[in-house]
DNA sequence: CGTTAATATGAGGCAATCCTCACATTTGTG
DNA sequence: CACAAATGTGAGGATTGCCTCATATTAACG
């Protein structure tokens, strides 16, 4: 995970739009996105209207074209933005590792307890992201992309963890725990909530046994 | 778990639509659901247009809106005609269960496997179901009913199992259990095909050890 | 201060889609 | 067969929402 901010500038399918060049245009791309990500985030990507982003972003609808040439794209570009907010938890996390790994090798599990708690508290924070994952019009090719950057992320943080995950678990292991982790986001943000606490209890318990089973065996 | 059929006839905001009630009409009908069972599986539920289901069903618009007064009504009777289909395969198994413990106490969490397998199946054969279960226009009453419907299921099954499971964690289980069936349709149906076998054993052995030593402790 | 590129604006074109309605056809029933 | 109730039909009304465009405003820079 070395978190190469993924150039949301110039690219893809054209249609002469503008990267902001000055200051002002710089606060408008970012008004539009906070404002994409409330309104994404409560009406989901389809019934999310263009009119109603901008409106909140206090901007009008020709402002946001100029910047945005689609619906399509904002989101596209919204998407590549928390992207890159989840590799820089990713990042964080991977330097606590190593520190902690040196001071005591004992941390075990703890990692990916922490990895849990801290993308949940992101997911919580930026419901928008689920949403836009999840749309149909999301490019497969980009979906794939982003699924092999988060798993390769949760990949090498199980590579410190002590003792060492099988090589060829990896994989199928980091995808599995993204899996969990948006599971435990939607139980977190629409279930019962009588339900959901336990819930999620349960869940990650299963997944620290079931953690401590795959090291000791293989 | 009793599948009492919830009658999908006249009821909720009254618009005035017949219910069939000749054979050619209940025919109609039975075709209109097909048809949007496909459509929208494939496109979603708000991507998908009536006219499109009308003409998979070998019908008229006119036809169809004689007996689903909105696109949201023929969703919502699709989707309790899936739950019925679900309470059923519940139903199955739970017979099976009875006759499996009176010849052998052994099968433990062969149920849960059993269940795991055939909601998979089910869920593969219609995967409208998710769709309409996850659709934002989704009445939050109804979700919740049908969650009921399946967490019920669930404990029901789970309480079959010996040793027993602690009565405090039927519930936040079946919760997880079928949250887990659902991760795992979603896994197999969009998920990269070398990744998505090994991450559903994977998954399964998880939920086999996290049940294993519940039963054991508490 | 004048020029020019960036940014701002919002009325409206255009296309899509849900649903209605007036009328046609079928079929059960006496 | 005659009548009525059920079912069938598809053009178009009404609405909604994405996006364009002609024009206005702002601000960097010499």
Known sequence: MDSQK??????ETAKTTKTPSRGRGVQR???????ASAVFAEAGYEAATTTEIARRAGASIGSLYQF???????????????LDGLAAVFDGLAAE???????QGAAGDGI???????LLVYL????????LGERR??????KKQARA????????????????????????????????????????????LAIRDPAVVELREMLRRHLAATQVKA
Chains 1, 2 share one sequence.
Do not use: Y
């Not at 945005?68 to 928390?82: D, G, I, M």
């Not at 410190?160 to 139980?187: D, G, N, S, Y």
């Open 6 to 11: 993924s150039s949301a500038g110039a690219s």
């Open 29 to 35: 791309v970012s008004a539009l996105l906070d404002a």
């Open 68 to 82: 945005f040439p689609t619906k399509e794209h904002l989101a596209a570009a919204l998407h590549a933005r928390h």
């Open 97 to 103: 590792a190593q520190g902690a790994a040196s001071e």
């Open 112 to 118: 990916i307890d922490a990895l849990f708690q801290r």
């Open 124 to 131: 919580e924070a930026n419901p928008a992201f689920l949403v």
């Open 137 to 142: 019009s999301l490019d497969p090719a980009v």
């Open 149 to 192: 950057r988060l798993r390769g992320g949760i990949a090498g943080l199980l590579q410190t963890i002590e003792p060492p995950v099988p090589r060829e678990r990896l994989a199928p292991l980091a995808a599995l725990i993204l899996h969990l982790i948006r599971m435990a986001a939607m139980l977190r943000a629409d279930d019962d």
